[in-house]
């Protein structure tokens, strides 16, 4: 699997962007497939920053209805980015 192939988009969320940047934490959506290892390889290769670790988390997608029709959303899995001390990621 491709670097680009497993990190999907960056999470710009209020908690994340407030709470865990100044600890040097970012947020990212990636495959459901990848791995913790996978995603620190990633990350390092796209944004050229150190990893210290990384954490996962994986969502079940809720369950939608829509007049008759039952459906799903997709299944989702975010990762917690750790970067080693004076390192850190812009976004453009």
């Not at 999470?11 to 600890?23: D, F, M, V």
């Not at 970012?26 to 990384?54: G, M, Q």
């Not at 969502?59 to 008759?68: D, E, L, N, T, V």
């Not at 990762?79 to 976004?91: D, P, Q, R, S």
């Amino acid at each position: 699997m491709f670097s680009t192939d497993i990190i999907l988009f960056p999470l710009n969320t209020e908690k994340g962007t407030a709470c865990l940047q100044p600890q040097n934490k970012y947020l990212f959506a990636v495959h459901l497939k990848a791995t913790a290892p996978e995603i620190k390889k990633a990350v390092e290769k796209i944004y050229h920053a150190k990893v210290s670790f990384v954490n996962v988390l994986n969502f079940k997608g809720k369950k939608r209805r829509y007049r008759s029709r039952q459906g799903k959303r997709p299944d989702w899995k975010k990762a917690i980015v750790t970067l080693k001390k004076g390192e850190h990621i812009e976004f453009g």
